[in-house]
């Protein structure tokens, strides 16, 4: 059974980081592309960014881009995402999810399996 288990969200002040872990079982991890989504209140989901199986490739939404790095690490079937520079814009429930075999990295369908997400909350 494909798990994907999201930590380390929180609240945090603008202008502040946190760091997301995503636990990931029940698959080859190694083998798979990844990547995070968002959903804010209210509104729909976001693709925030993506990592190719072996870590040599990633992308970000234009909103993240620059404040945002996401990693892997597949020895331990973990995926990371670094968040710097959070504004309450960026504040939303962050999901982990598996990328399946399409070749668009940001289209939201081409993720199969998605965790129960972690909140993210920014705000003064």
């Known amino acids: 059974e494909v798990q994907l288990v999201e930590s380390g969200g929180g609240m945090v002040q603008p202008g502040g980081s946190l760091r997301l872990s995503c636990a990931a079982s029940?698959?080859?991890?190694?083998?798979?592309?990844m990547g995070w989504v968002r959903q804010a209140p209210g509104k729909g989901p976001e693709w925030v960014s993506f990592?190719?199986?072996?870590?040599?490739?990633?992308d970000y939404a234009d909103s993240v881009k620059g404040r945002f790095t996401i990693s892997r690490d597949n020895a331990k079937n973990m995926l990371f995402l670094q968040m710097d520079s959070l504004n309450p814009e960026d504040t939303a429930l962050y999901y982990c999810?598996?990328?399946?075999?399409?070749?668009?990295?940001?289209?939201?369908?081409?993720?199969?399996?998605w965790g129960q997400g972690t909140q993210v909350t920014v705000s003064s």
């Open positions: 999810a598996r990328k399946g075999n399409g070749r668009s990295w940001s289209a939201l369908g081409e993720y199969d399996y």
């Open positions: 990592i190719d199986a072996d870590g040599a490739r990633t």
């Open positions: 029940g698959f080859i991890f190694s083998s798979c592309d």
